[in-house]
């Protein structure tokens, strides 16, 4: 396979992703979903004490990074949009050996 150089397109939608400020916070999705920290943690690839300390009202409790900020809400946006989206793009979103829901 060869190397695809990069073109004023690609250059043009480089910088919109980079600038990207798709998040959503955990308390929001929370109130939004029935989940629990364990799912949101599943999301996030993080540890569930992780998504423990989000939530915390003290002073060991912690901001979210912005990685799980954008992981809730790819979420968020897979679990409203998944159906509409077109079979060759969700599997190209969504690469996995395990089977895809239809």
Known sequence: MSLRNLGGREQALLNLYCNCQFGMSPADFYAKWNVT???IAA???CSESTVDRWFQRSRS???PETIYLRRLAEMDFLWENYEPIPTPIRQQLCRSDRRQPS
């Open 37 to 39: 920290h364990a799912q």
């Open 43 to 45: 999301i996030c690839g």
């Open 61 to 63: 409790s912690q901001p």
